[in-house]
């Protein structure tokens, strides 16, 4: 089973529109596909904005992982509701299949761990592709997905050069290598018994700490939670780069707790000093979307507002390697295509 | 002391620049369960929040932030921060503050979301690891009945003596008389089985008399099958629909109760579209919302037929048809807990409708022979037989009716309309049945023309309701609905006013109310669902904010309660000088032209004797 991950850089950047076109797509080409949430998706409205929201219309087969406040709301059907031992504010996730269909509200296991499981049970019932919607600009459970699409937009940034210069360092931060297996070479691991922080590095204290225990043996540190910038970078000043690889959980860990461009900045430097990054999961990055909406709330009244569309996809293009691509101008194919291509490699 | 299960240790950490008074309340009583608290203080980083969570240990960890437009992101960043490192194995983290549904908190990626109003009970069972069970009211709604406990005994012996002579009369009066109308009730009752007509068996007795006792409209459905111009036979699709439509809302409809420390009054409301699909969809929302009971409103055109037609009809205008199909399809869609009033207050088939209500599960029926006759354009005489006779058979069918005084609509001072209303709920003690006094609440044409209601609408409505009490010891339900012509087109004013009506009929202690939508009174078409919400909403707020106090009548109550008394009084008085209840209502002693009361027509004439008396 192939699980996309579509994550958001901010609210309204375009994932459910995303969603519902590969769900579309899969549809046609008979992929039996499975869709959750980490977030709420297919509201009427804006939680926030109260502005109109892209809803999923769900076929007949397709499987889903729900909470079960949710499927109370829907207008589909969902059967058999198997409870999977989930909760969210909104109830239980159920898993199921759609019998009836149409609109369906999805609200679906909003942690790492959780999403781990309700991926499990979504292969169970044999999905050849799951979908899963992110929520704002959260996407740390989507670490558990093998690719992700990122969507952004200029809900998170109107300007064009900007929102390049960000979206080219975060697809460069999701394009850092995985850890490769080998012998295993001597180095230091952040959490381990007595370590209070559980594997972060938030504290300058803890920098000292680290640095201390660096021998010549030592040739890699790994941080498996998140890492603030300003400690990172000290620990960086601290260390001697050449022979050294600092490894983190993803590269999602590091964008939760530090600017795109101040780590991509960072880590350039590192390693044009000799130094070398790896990650231990690495969900290929597929696509970015780009979605020229923004909500205007300048006025009494959010109402809905757009950049320049083509001038926008342009600029994302010089700075970001993989495809971008604005669903509602050019259509759903590309998109699709790119999923399918990495589906085959399944 | 402890309250159950392990002691958590939970984080309180405030993300408001200020400290949250919610966070506060909510460790208190986490304290008091015997848990192990820390309440960080204000305006802290999230990284500092997750390591102050893991050096506690923490199981819980609770924020609060206020939302606003770029607060979405920074909390959904806080969910991330912590999931990626690590804390949300070790801890559940719930968000609180105004603005936050269970829905954002799915959104922002928290495990529990306490918005404002949110018990605190709910936040400790939050961190206790239990579901929170509100009320049990909520889950298992009983059906009341609004007669009991009432001995109909006559407080003020002196009316209750001139009641019992215009009743002594009346009854020496009406028994020996029949109509077409009793005719045909008697006919129903006698030959129209519900169980039989469930089950599609043949009523060949029942078909064989009816249409001949039928006026042509009905007679002409059933010998040639011709419907009411207006009225068309839902259709097979439209059937189905509806059906599936009904359980799918069952599913999910978990019913609210309106009240809040006071039991009392139970909330009715009206439905009545033409469209029976539209009332039952409105009936599903009303109960969804609150009410209590609901009451069929049928076409005026009814009210000048001889005869009930059948079938599954929908009604291009006002009104739902009275037919057997549509009565049964409302009570198959009630919850089992709703009380369901069927009118036979006015029209040729006051009778009928009584025992066809009866015969279909009816709890409830409406009968005011005064109104009927003076308002409602029935010949006096001919609605006095089949009033008699229809709180006859409410009785026996034991249905308990209300008498409205919508007489005082037309401009019929309110003591003229209550000695009317007090004549036909003494026929009705008399007969053994169980009648419901419904006074207006209204800003009537009388108060309009003489100020009553000039300062406030608490003292003239509070006269009202207590003068009633001080003659009879029966039930009282407020109508029809409160606050009429108090409502204006804006929705808020609309509200409020039934609101503060209620909470006037509350502190009243009366027994029931029947309100309407904020848009009944200017609607000029079809009544929303969002405005049947506005007022069940804005009622359950009236009944909160009273509790168990009281909204206190100043001294002009009592003055009028003394004039109403005076007036009733005097008005029993001149009936049995006229010679009766029936006189009465011809010669205008119960409201007059210039009052604005008229003696009905339709079905003038029709009244003759009995075969033999019952």
């Known amino acids: 089973m192939l699980t996309v991950g579509i994550a958001g850089t901010a609210k309204n950047t375009g994932k459910t529109t995303a969603a519902t076109a590969l769900l579309a797509q899969a549809l046609g080409h008979k992929v039996t596909t499975g869709l959750t949430s980490i977030g709420l998706d297919g509201e009427n409205l804006d939680n926030v904005t109260g502005l109109p929201k892209p809803r999923y219309v769900v076929a007949a087969g397709t499987r889903v992982a729900a909470a079960a406040g949710c499927l109370a709301a829907s207008e589909a059907g969902v059967e058999p509701n198997v409870a999977s031992g989930v909760r969210t504010p909104l109830g239980e996730v159920l898993i199921g299949v759609v019998r009836r269909p149409g609109h369906l509200v999805l609200a679906g296991p909003n942690k790492r761990s959780e999403l781990r499981c309700i991926l499990d049970r979504l292969r169970d019932l044999s999905c050849s592709l799951t979908l899963v919607d992110g929520a704002l600009n959260r996407m740390v459970p989507l670490v558990e997905a093998d690719a992700l699409i990122l969507a952004t937009g200029a809900a998170r ?155 926008l996809e342009q600029a994302l293009r010089q700075k970001v390697k993989v495809p971008v691509v604005d669903v509602v101008r050019a259509g759903t194919e590309a998109l699709w295509r790119l999923v399918e291509s990495r589906l085959a490699r399944e | ?126 961190v206790e690891g239990r579901e929170y069970q509100p009320q049990a009211a909520r889950a298992s709604k009983q059906k009341p009945d609004l007669t009991a406990g009432y001995s109909y005994r006559f407080r003020n012996v002196r009316l209750g003596g001139l009641l019992d002579q215009v009743v002594d009369g009346f009854v020496e009066w009406a028994a020996g008389k029949t109509t ?99 009332d039952v969809a409105h009936i599903k929302t009303l109960e969804a919302w609150g009410a209590d009971g609901v009451i069929h409103f049928d076409p005026s055109w009814g009210a000048r037929t001889e005869g009930l037609v059948e079938g599954f009809l929908s009604h291009q205008e006002d009104g739902s048809v009275i037919t057997p199909e549509n009565l049964h399809r409302v009570k198959e869609a009630l919850e089992t807990a709703t009380l369901w009033q069927v009118r036979a207050h006015r029209g040729l088939n006051t009778a009928e ?59 019929v001072p309110a003591y003229k309309a209550f000695a009317g209303m007090l004549i036909t709920a003494a026929v009705g003690v008399r007969l053994g049945a169980r009648p419901i006094l419904q006074p207006l609440f209204c800003y009537s044409p009388e108060v309009m023309v003489n100020g009553q209601m000039e300062d406030d609408y608490v003292d003239y409505n509070a006269a009202k309701v207590r003068v009633l009490r001080e003659i009879v010891d029966a039930p009282v339900w407020p109508g029809a609905p409160i606050g009429f012509l108090t409502h204006s087109e804006d929705r808020v004013q609309s509200s409020l006013t039934t609101a503060l009506h209620a909470m006037l009929a509350a502190s009243l202690d009366v027994d029931a109310i029947t309100i309407a939508s904020s848009d009944e009174a200017y609607s000029r078409g079809p009544i929303t669902a969002a405005a049947r919400i506005d007022t069940l909403r804005a009622t359950r707020e009236a009944f909160r904010f009273l509790g168990a106090t009281a909204v206190s009548p100043g001294p002009r109550a009592d003055f009028w309660q003394e004039r109403l008394l005076a007036g009733i009084e005097q008005v029993l008085k001149d009936v049995l000088v006229v010679g009766g209840f029936v006189p009465a209502m011809y010669q205008g002693v119960l409201g007059n032209r210039e009052d604005g009361a008229y003696p009905g027509r339709a079905g003038a004439n029709t009244v003759a004797e009995r075969a033999t008396a019952c």
């Open chain 1, 157 to 311: 940034s109107r300007d064009p050069a900007a929102l390049a210069e960000e979206t080219g360092a975060v697809a460069a931060l999701l394009d850092l290598p995985a850890v490769l297996p080998g012998s295993a070479p001597q180095g230091i691991v952040l959490g381990q018994e007595g370590d209070t922080t559980r594997g972060s590095l938030l504290d300058p204290a803890q920098v000292g700490v680290i640095l201390e225990r660096v021998t010549p043996e030592v040739s890699y540190i790994f941080i498996p939670g998140i890492v603030d910038g300003g400690c990172l970078a000290t620990l960086m000043e601290g260390l001697r780069p050449r022979g050294m690889t600092l490894v983190f959980g993803s590269a999602l860990h590091l964008l939760v707790s530090c600017a795109p461009r101040t780590l991509h900045r960072l880590l350039a430097t590192w390693g044009d000093s000799g130094g070398r990054v790896a990650v231990c999961r690495r969900p290929d990055l597929l696509a970015v979307t780009v979605n020229p909406f923004y909500p205007d709330v300048a006025g009494p009244v959010v109402r809905p507002a757009y950049v320049d569309a083509a001038a």
């Open chain 2, 1 to 126: 002391m402890r309250i159950m299960g392990d002691r958590k240790k939970v984080l309180l950490a405030p993300l408001d620049p200020v400290h949250d008074v919610g966070l506060k309340m909510i460790r208190r009583a986490l304290d008091e369960a015997g848990h192990d608290t820390v309440l960080l203080p204000p305006d802290l980083g999230a990284g500092e929040i997750i390591q102050a969570a893991f050096r506690q240990g923490a199981d819980t960890v609770l924020i609060s932030r206020t939302l606003g437009y770029g607060v979405a992101e920074i909390l959904a960043r806080f969910a991330d921060l912590a999931d990626a490192a690590g804390l949300r194995e070790q801890a559940r983290i719930g968000i609180g503050g105004m603005a936050v549904t269970r829905e954002l908190a799915a959104e922002l990626g928290f495990d529990g979301g306490f918005g404002p109003g949110t018990p605190v009970e709910e936040a400790v069972a939050f």
């Open chain 2, 180 to 278: 077409p109308g009793v005719e045909r009730a008697a006919w129903r009752d006698r030959w129209w089985q519900a169980e039989a007509w469930l089950a599609g068996q043949n009523q060949d007795e029942f078909y064989r008399r009816y249409p001949d006792l039928c006026g042509d409209l009905p007679r002409d459905y059933y010998r040639q099958g011709k419907l009411h111009p207006k009225t068309r036979v839902m259709t097979e699709r439209e059937r189905r629909r509806l059906e599936d439509r009904v359980a799918l809302v069952r599913e999910r409809l978990v019913p609210r109760q309106l009240q809040h420390t006071r039991r009392k009054p139970w909330v009715f409301t009206q439905y009545g579209t033409g469209c029976p699909f539209m």
């Open chain 2, 353 to 411: 409708t009584v025992v066809l209500a009866g015969k279909l599960g009816a709890d409830l029926t409406k009968i005011n022979i005064a109104y009927g006759a003076l308002g409602g354009g029935t010949d006096p005489a001919r609605l006095a037989v089949d009033g008699y006779h229809a709180v006859r058979w409410a009785a026996q069918y034991r249905m308990p009716f209300d008498v409205v005084t919508n007489e005082e609509l037309c401009g």
